[in-house]
C-alpha cells in the first residue's frame, strides 16, 4: 500500500481543526479567541515551512502539477496573518472559515469525479457532501450565524475524513481489480491500466 501523501496529512490536520474549533466556536465567547489565533498562526507557519522542507527531499519533484513551495509560502504568509493581526481574523472568521468551507468542497469535488471515473458507485455520496456544505454556508445568516457555523465545520472536517478514507478504500479497490500493462521507456516503468 502506497504512502500517505503529505497533502491528504495537510488536509486530516485541516479537518480535524475543523472540527475543533466549531465545538470551540460555539463554546468559547469571540473576544477570548485571540490567543487561540496567535497560536494557530505559528502552526500555520509552521506546516507551510514543513511543506517546503519535504519539498527538498522529495525525489519526484518535477511532478506535473506539484505546488508544494507555492503553496507552503502561501500556508507562511496565512499564519504571519494570523499571528500578527489576530483580531483582524476574529471580527471576521465566519467568512475566513466559510472560504476554507468552499476550498474544501472544490477538493471534495475533485474526489467525487475520481471516484466517477473510477467507476466507483461512491462518487455520489462525496460528491453531495460537496454540495451539502455549500449550501449550508448559503444559510450563514446573521441569526444563526454560531450555529450554523460550527455545524458547517463539524460537516466538513467530518466529509473531509470519510472522503479520504473511503477514496482510500476505493483506490486500493480499482488498482486490485485493474488490468496492468507495464512498459519500459528510457529506463522507467510506465505502467498502463485499463
Known sequence: MKKMRFEKWQLIVLSVFYIVFGIISAAVPREQFLTFFNIL????????????????LRKDYLEEHNFQVAFGALYIMAGMIVW??????????????????????AIRLQYSMNLFRMKDQG?????????AAVILLADLGHDLQRI???VLLCFDGISNLA??????????NYYRGAKVEVEV??????EHRK
Open 41 to 56: 498562526g505559528l502552526i500555520i507557519m509552521v506546516i507551510g515551512a514543513f511543506s517546503i522542507f519535504i519539498y527538498f
Open 163 to 172: 472522503t479520504l478514507f473511503y477514496e482510500r478504500i476505493a483506490l486500493k
Open 84 to 105: 500578527l493581526k489576530p483580531e483582524l481574523i476574529v471580527s471576521n472568521y465566519p467568512l475566513v472559515f466559510a472560504g476554507c468551507v468552499v476550498i474544501d468542497s
Open 185 to 190: 521507456v528510457d529506463g522507467e516503468r510506465i
Open 148 to 150: 450554523l457555523l460550527t
Open 123 to 131: 462518487w455520489l455520496w462525496v460528491f453531495v457532501s460537496a454540495l
